[in-house]
């Protein structure tokens, strides 16, 4: 892809959605939530304002706002969405493939030419997703679990007298309290799961990096007894990264 021809990509994850542009593989900041109409706006000046010719979204939930959709496309500007019917990016073990989360493959995709070794990828949002990918780019499958806000809602919600409560700093490895214990298990537990799987997968993948993204991992990141690479926009990258294949 052209560093002449800049891109836009957008995520439309469960609980928000973000843009970013490229010049290449390079993300030019800032990165915009799209919470609002004013949002969309700020965007779209920004593809007027770099040049934009492509545009890639993808979605786990409601299809971006299709007045701007066809806004550029009627400007001539190439809009796509993440598509199912494709090829994936990369070399792929998983049995029902048309059901492989959009996020899922934009962050796998988005550590292909980045590392040279087995990583599990963890994307730490509404749900967690753990993906593993050998040294040679082949996905070999992954779990889905709960991510942090889930876990504390659904032990207030499926209970009768636990409080809910908002994720924090944990200060010790044990709650000390109720409210403590429950930001212990539902924030440090995902941290636990994460370790436990990859120390699990170490064995048959001596060369595994663990690579964290989404919304919520700063909450877990300084928790970890592990080293941790930290992609923030791993998923954009990700996208980008496919748009490339969509228009070369």
Not at 147 to 175: F, N, S, Y
Request: net charge negative; aromatic share 6%.
């Amino acid at each position: 892809m052209s560093e002449s021809a800049p891109t836009l990509v957008i995520d439309i994850g469960n609980s928000g959605a973000k843009a970013a542009c490229f010049a290449g593989d390079e993300l030019l900041p800032p990165v915009v939530r799209l919470t609002d109409e004013s949002d969309w706006t700020a965007i779209a000046e920004r593809v007027t304002n770099l040049g934009v010719r492509n545009i890639l979204y993808a979605t786990v939930a409601n299809v971006p706002d299709r007045r701007w959709l066809e806004n550029w496309k009627a400007s001539g500007i190439g809009v796509f969405a993440l598509d199912r019917s494709r090829p994936l990016p990369f070399a792929s073990d998983y049995s029902t493939p048309g059901t492989l989360g959009q996020d899922r493959i934009a962050a796998v995709a988005g550590t292909l030419g980045r590392l040279h070794t087995a990583r599990l990828v963890v994307d730490a949002g509404s749900c967690v997703t753990l993906d593993l990918v050998d040294r040679h780019d082949r996905y070999l499958g992954g779990n889905i679990s709960p991510g942090i806000g889930m876990r504390l809602r659904a032990m207030h919600e499926q209970t009768a007298r636990l409080p809910l409560v908002a994720a924090g700093v944990p200060d010790a490895t044990v709650g000390r309290s109720t409210e403590q214990a429950l930001r212990h298990g539902g924030q440090l537990g995902v941290v636990y799961e994460i370790e436990g799987l990859y120390r699990r997968l170490l064995p048959a993948h001596p060369d595994l990096r663990l690579v964290l993204t989404g919304g919520d991992a700063p909450l877990l990141l300084s928790h970890f007894s592990l080293e941790v690479l930290h992609l923030p926009h791993l998923v954009l990258c990700g996208l980008n990264q496919i748009l490339s294949t969509y228009v070369s």
